[in-house]
């Protein structure tokens, strides 16, 4: 996500029988830790431990236009990011005293048991094609993101803590996080991104719609324990800004919309934990560079539009990611 001025944050194993579409043509080798000297302005730098904002598709219509002349177009910093032998871990937090997305459960349960098409999406991302684009980030010892994510468990909070207001904080989120924790509805890891879900009408972090659709960002619980998390807003609320605007592929049309933003928050979570880690040099994160492009798509069973089929068998509509190799390039596949 790029860093703003109001600046941006962003947040399943096993091989995946991904439909390959406009697959990576780069071949090259990984290019080493950047000791380019070009920063980010002054301005965000001020932010790049703030909010990473996956911004609307009027944002990025021009910005992305350009590709880099030399080099893979993206340097490391020698912030954090999740690599081996850590993997990417996620917990869903729908937060709402109804349901948000079909197929939903109540309570607390293993992510092996989310019947909703979030759910699904995030037991097929580990181990896809996809996912591996991320493999060719890594820190400065030389360890690489591992190509997988586990989707350890969700949690439907109902009455276990205040329905969100009309436009929740961050340290509204962080709350909620902390609250899960020790109510023991939630675990703590390290390593995992706590993707927390709103339904319709919520204005999650007070500039949704207007400024991103969604965002990545870190805070610190009531024990003081470092949490990475994304705000993850009802995106169907604002289809012209916040979703594809093609025909949905599945028939939970609202969850559909929803995982491509989710998909974005999690690539630049474990690339870019802190903010301090992989970006260029206009701050935009890996999924940033690549942000509502889908590369070539296809027409779905049911009339819509997708570019890749994961394990799961469902089609999905999911934006391409950058690949750090060779001079750089959006793939959907490496």
């Known amino acids: 996500m790029s860093r703003s001025f109001f600046a941006r944050r962003t947040v399943i194993a096993g091989a995946c029988t991904v439909l390959l579409i406009n697959a990576c043509t780069e071949s090259g080798s990984i290019t080493a830790p950047s000791s380019d000297a070009t920063q ?62 079909s197929g939903q459960k109540t309570g607390i349960g293993l992510g092996s048991n989310d019947a909703t ?25 030389g ?11 969700y949690w439907s909070t109902g009455s276990d803590v205040a329905g969100p207001k009309s436009s929740p904080t961050d340290a509204d989120m962080v709350n909620v996080i902390s609250a899960g924790i020790s109510q023991g509805k939630i675990a703590y890891d390290a390593n995992t991104v706590y993707a927390i879900f709103t339904g319709s009408g ?67 979570t474990t690339t870019d934990e802190l903010g301090t880690a992989w970006y260029d040099r206009r701050g935009y994160e890996n999924a940033d560079k690549c942000a509502w492009t889908w590369g070539t798509t296809h027409t779905a069973p049911n009339g819509g ?21 060779g001079s750089g390039g959006c793939a959907i596949s490496y």
């Not at 995030?122 to 060719?136: A, V």
């Not at 360890?143 to 468990?153: D, K, L, Q």
């Not at 539009?305 to 999905?316: E, H, T």
Request: hydrophobic fraction near 35%.
């Open 305 to 325: 539009v997708y570019n890749m089929q994961l394990k799961d068998g469902n089609y999905y509509l999911i934006q391409r990611n950058w690949v750090n190799a």
């Open 117 to 141: 098409l979030i759910g699904s999406f995030l037991r097929s991302l580990g181990g896809s094609p996809y996912f591996n684009i991320n493999t060719t980030y890594y820190n400065g010892a």
């Open 40 to 101: 980010p302005s002054a301005s965000h730098v001020q932010e790049l431990n703030g909010r990473h904002l996956f911004h609307t598709k009027q944002f990025y219509a021009k910005s992305n236009s350009a590709k880099p002349s030399s080099n893979s177009g993206i340097f490391y910093h020698g912030g954090p990011l999740i690599v081996n032998p850590a993997i990417t871990k996620v917990v869903a937090i729908y937060w709402g005293t109804g349901t948000i997305y």
């Open 143 to 153: 360890a690489h993101v591992t190509n997988a994510v586990t989707y350890t468990g």
């Open 202 to 268: 919520i204005n999650l972090g007070g500039g949704f719609g207007s400024q991103y659709c969604a965002y990545h960002t870190h805070g610190s619980t009531s024990a003081g324990k470092l949490v990475l998390y994304a705000a993850m807003p009802h995106n169907q609320d604002f289809p012209s800004g916040c979703t594809s605007g093609l025909a949905s592929p599945n028939a939970d049309v609202a969850a559909s919309s929803e995982v491509n933003t989710l998909a974005h928050e999690i690539e630049e």
